[in-house]
């Protein structure tokens, strides 16, 4: 089954994709979260490309593993999306994937306005990845 990870904002929209196997997570685009909310041109055909069955949604906790104060607002945005597009839709901890994929693009050389357009795509590949090892352990 082909799952399909979101990591929504206010402005962006990660996204990253699995293999059929569900055993490698891989980053995919951003798209501003209008086209997402929208469910726009751009936004189905990556749904009409990769077919995904199973929206992977990045959900915030804190370190105490209490849900975030965007929690609301992402679960109603997942809602949404899951409403326009027929896909159902469960949800993963996101916490410090954004801080993660930071550090690996810094590593990489990328500076903070590069990465601006990458950070939620990887992202969601690392809790989608996360979301797949538990899924398979």
Not at 59 to 67: C, I, Q, R, S, V
Not at 76 to 87: H, L, N, P, R
Not at 90 to 97: K, T
Not at 107 to 117: N, Q, V
Request: aromatic share 6%.
């Amino acid at each position: 089954m082909r799952v399909m990870a979101l990591d929504i904002g206010q402005v962006r929209v990660g996204l990253a994709i699995c293999d059929p196997a569900e055993q490698v997570a891989t980053p995919l685009a951003v798209l501003p979260a209008a086209d997402v909310l929208g469910n726009t041109p751009a936004f189905r055909r990556l749904l009409e490309d990769w077919e995904p069955e199973l929206f992977v949604c990045g959900l915030p906790y804190t370190m105490g593993h209490k849900e975030g104060p965007q929690a609301k607002s992402i679960k109603a945005t997942a809602e949404k999306i899951t409403d326009a597009t027929g896909i159902p839709h469960v949800f993963a901890d996101e916490r410090l994937s954004s801080k993660e994929a930071k550090r690996s693009l810094r590593e990489k050389g990328f500076g903070e306005r590069e990465m601006r357009g990458k950070v939620d795509m990887i992202a969601a590949s690392l809790f989608l990845q996360a979301w797949l090892d538990a899924r398979h352990a």
